[in-house]
Nanobody, 126 residues
Framework: EVQLQASGGGLVQAGGSLRLSCKVS????????IGWFRQAPGKEQEGVSC????????YYADSVKGRFTISRGYAKNTVYLQMNSLKPDDTAVYYC???????????????????WGQGTEVTVSS
């Protein structure tokens, strides 16, 4: 069974940076997509970014474009979300999710994802 372990959250001042990690276990092949989603208190879940392991393609929500970077770790079973120029509006619990796909697919539709990690909390103070 696929398992996801998200980590790296914390408290940071506005303008600061954090790097989130998502470690994937229980799946050997490269035909999947990892997505990052977030949910702030009282708000709907929002797709942040995703990375296709099939071909390396990425996608970003407009709200984070130019500030966040998603990448694959050297160990290949880890995906990072580098978050720079953080704003108080970025405060949320961040989740990584796994989508098994035999073709490269970048989507931030949460219903497309098969497995979810437990979330890591990010707080950006003003």
């Amino acid at each position: 069974e696929v398992q996801l372990q998200a980590s790296g959250g914390g408290l940071v001042q506005a303008g600061g940076s954090l790097r989130l990690s998502c470690k994937v276990s229980g799946f050997t092949y490269d035909d999947y997509t990892i997505g990052w989603f977030r949910q702030a208190p009282g708000k709907e879940q929002e797709g942040v970014s995703c990375l296709s392991m099939n071909d390396g393609s990425t996608y970003y929500a407009d709200s984070v474009k130019g500030r966040f970077t998603i990448s694959r770790g050297y160990a290949k079973n880890t995906v990072y979300l580098q978050m720079n120029s953080l704003k108080p509006d970025d405060t949320a619990v961040y989740y990584c999710a796994f989508l098994h796909t035999v073709v490269a697919l970048t989507t931030l539709m949460p219903d497309e994802y098969d497995y979810w990690g437990q979330g890591t909390e990010v707080t950006v103070s003003s």
